[in-house]
């Protein structure tokens, strides 16, 4: 079972309570719903009261199934974001490396002029959206240079640019399909989350078309005090006194229903870093 958030917990104590309602509806009110509908049904007429309050508890309780069903398999989903991150992290991490080590190489090679034949500028970037536009200008310009390279400030010695190109390959093929498979993971992520606030609105509609049902059942036969208790409170934090809880189907002001997507995480190496 997944971790719940508080959107699904005080959606539970809601339901929670209107099972209890309705459990003691049955109980309670049965004798006096009776004897109310007698007084308006016709001759062969009949009125189940207690199956019908069995009913509206059934259907809450397996909406709170489902709730917790899809609310799981959104949790694991965002779980197993740690998988694709953890690559594009690491990836990022070697493609820097690298391209810091091609850009010392070319230093001692050409001393001040090497940055300007890989045809880079600044430090190495550790965003990975940054990070790959210039390691392929320093791979492009090591495969196709504008023009020849210049003679080493060594003499004697000779310029080979295969070993940076291999160097610069792998790292950047590793980091370009990571970037792209994160990417993909998080509109599946905003999917799953355009998902989970259908759900809450379903959840939220049956659970309040059950609560507006019973409570005009508790009211009709006088039971003003049950039909108060379907709405519950909650305790402060800290503090033994109760405040009503927000009205089924409407979210707390902190904590609204619709939520937009999250930002993609950032690399981990110091950098911004997702529930």
Known sequence: MSRPTELVTQRHRLADTVVLAAEEFGEITTPEFATLMRSVLEEGETLDVDLMQIALSRIVKREQQTLNDRADRLYRRRSDDNVPRRRRDAAVETLRQRLIQVRASMR????????????????TESLPERLLPQARVALDSLRNPAAPFPEPLIAGTVFDPAPLVATLEGPLTELDEAYKALKRYRRREEIDLEFRNEVLAEFDQ???GATQMLEGLCRL??????????????RRRGSDEEEPLEPVGEEPSQEPVTVAPEEPHEP?????VVN
């Open 108 to 123: 001692g090679s050409f001393g001040s002029a090497a940055d300007s034949l890989l045809g880079l500028d600044g430090s």
């Open 206 to 208: 049956r659970l309040r």
């Open 221 to 234: 036969v006088g039971k003003t005090g049950l039909a108060d208790r379907i709405r519950p409170t909650r």
């Open 268 to 272: 981990s190496d110091g950098n911004p």
